[in-house]
Every structure is written in structure tokens, then in C-alpha cells.
């Protein structure tokens, strides 16, 4: 069984340690179809995704080469398995991934079973998210992004990191632990300055730490940089939480496991 790892620069690990994959062009055909996912790859996007418009005349001819390199490093690698991983199919090539091999697939799969569990289970979700974040080296593919495809499929799986701290800051705050990530969201709001959950959540803790005048503060600066950025106005949810706190709502000094879903 080997492990495929792309969040961050791209590795594959197999029971006696990291095996290399060298050249940029052999890096960016595992790449593209790893994100595949277990779906076939035509030969002209994978010939796109690697040459650009520099595709070479001989393309199928040179494709072809990289694709056998890319089988014999595989089947070196797995010596006692049987067929190989890299298939040729009517509608292109195809990489066998299974379950638990590909860490971008099983990060998704954590932050979709923490968006289908109950606020009841936050302790199971803060515990979930702190896990599969801790998966990630840097950014996707070591920041080494390919063509169109990968690019694509990096900002995919950037979105899911953002939506995973988004939840574990919920599953934080639902738990009262507003003191031990305020940190935490301080950083994300500055590094997303115009991600409106983290500019809530944020508020939320820093109120709840006692701190309602930076609290107040943060809404403000918020509003005005969506004004001259983009020209619109807060959310509605982001103004129901500015109005909780000017208001002194005792749901937001109440139980912290509810705060959110009141506000939301």
C-alpha cells in the first residue's frame, strides 16, 4: 500500500520511507492524476497540464514514455502487487487510488462528516478537524501547481481548508474555549481579511473574553474595508452578531455550544 500525499509538496510513502518522484514533468503527471481522483485522464489534457502550448510534436510518443516511467517507478515500489496502477482506458489513463491513500481525498471526507455532525458532538468535531488539519505540509503541491487542472483542483482543496477551520473554530467556541483560539482567529482574520466567518467568530471570542470594545471594533474596520474593496455592505449574518453584542445578547455570555447556531 503506498501513501500519496499533495498537501504540500507532492510525496509518496511506502512502508520503508518517502520514494522521489524527479523531474517536473513526471511531478506534474502524478499530480494531475492523483486530483483525478480514480477517474481517467485524457491524453490531451494530461499533454496540456504538462507541455502548456509547448507540447511536443511527437506528444502521444513522449506522453507515453513518461506514463511507462511513471508505471516502473510504481511497480518498483509494489513489487508483490499484482496489476499495475497506471491503466490505459478508451477515455485516457487512470491511476488506481484506494481508500486512505490520498490525503487530499480523506481531508475532504473529514470536513464533510464534521459539516453532517450535530452540534452536540463539537468535542468529536474540534478533536476531527485538529487531526486532518495537521495533515497539511504547506500549500498544495508545495506550491508547484501544474497547469489548469491542478490549479484548479489546489484552490478545491484550499476552499475545504478554509471551511475546516471555519468548523473547528465553531466546534472551539461551542465548547467556551473562546480564550484558547482567539490567537488562532486573530491570525485568520488578518491572513482573510474579507472571510466574514472569521471576522465572526473572532468577535464572538474577543466579546466573550470580556473585550467588547475590540470586539466592536473589528465589525467596524470589517464594514469599512468591504466598502472600499468591493463596495458592499456586511452580511446579515455578520450585523446579527454586531447587534448581539451591542445589545449584551445572553446568548453570547450564555452556553458557548449554542452561541453560533443562534447567531448564524
Same mark, same amino acid.
Given at each position: /500500500?503506498?501513501?500519496?500525499?499533495?498537501?504540500? #509538496?507532492?510525496?509518496?510513502?511506502? $512502508?520503508? @520511507?518517502?520514494?522521489?518522484?524527479?523531474?517536473?514533468?513526471? &511531478?506534474?503527471?502524478?499530480?494531475?492524476?492523483? $486530483?483525478s481522483e480514480g477517474q481517467a485522464v485524457s491524453g490531451e489534457s494530461l499533454a496540456e497540464e504538462m507541455w502548456g502550448e509547448a507540447v511536443p510534436d511527437n506528444q502521444a510518443n513522449a506522453l507515453q514514455a513518461h506514463v511507462s516511467r511513471l508505471r516502473r517507478k510504481l511497480r518498483g515500489l509494489e513489487p508483490d502487487r499484482a496489476a499495475s496502477r497506471v491503466t490505459i482506458h478508451p477515455s485516457g489513463y487512470r491511476l488506481t487510488v484506494g481508500e486512505g491513500e490520498l490525503d487530499a481525498a480523506e481531508f475532504v471526507r473529514a470536513v464533510r462528516q464534521a459539516e453532517a455532525a450535530f452540534p452536540e458532538d463539537a468535542a468529536c468535531t474540534a478533536r476531527l478537524l485538529g487531526e486532518a488539519l495537521a495533515w497539511w505540509r504547506g500549500p498544495v503541491f508545495g506550491g508547484f501547481a501544474g497547469g489548469t487542472l491542478c490549479q484548479l483542483a489546489g484552490a478545491r482543496y484550499e476552499e475545504y481548508r478554509m471551511r475546516a477551520v471555519e468548523l473547528r473554530f465553531d466546534a472551539e467556541l461551542r465548547l467556551g474555549r473562546h480564550a484558547a483560539v482567539l490567537a488562532e482567529l486573530a491570525e485568520a482574520h488578518t491572513n482573510h481579511p474579507l472571510r466574514e466567518r472569521f471576522c465572526e467568530q473572532l468577535m464572538i471570542a474577543l466579546y466573550c #473574553? @470580556?473585550?467588547? #470594545?475590540? #470586539?466592536?471594533?473589528?465589525?467596524? &474596520? /470589517? &464594514?469599512?474595508?468591504?466598502? $472600499?474593496?468591493?463596495g458592499i455592505e456586511p452580511s446579515p449574518a455578520l450585523? &446579527? $452578531?454586531?447587534?448581539?453584542?451591542?445589545?449584551?445578547d445572553p446568548a453570547l455570555a450564555g452556553d458557548a455550544r449554542t452561541t453560533l447556531l443562534q447567531l448564524a
Open positions: /500500500m503506498l501513501k500519496f500525499s499533495i498537501l504540500g #509538496a507532492l510525496q509518496i510513502r511506502t $512502508v520503508s @520511507g518517502p520514494a522521489e518522484i524527479s523531474g517536473d514533468l513526471q &511531478r506534474t503527471l502524478v499530480q494531475t492524476l492523483l $486530483v #473574553a @470580556g473585550r467588547q #470594545a475590540d #470586539a466592536l471594533d473589528v465589525f467596524r &474596520r /470589517m &464594514r469599512h474595508l468591504l466598502d $472600499v474593496e468591493l450585523r &446579527r $452578531v454586531e447587534h448581539a453584542i451591542l445589545r449584551h
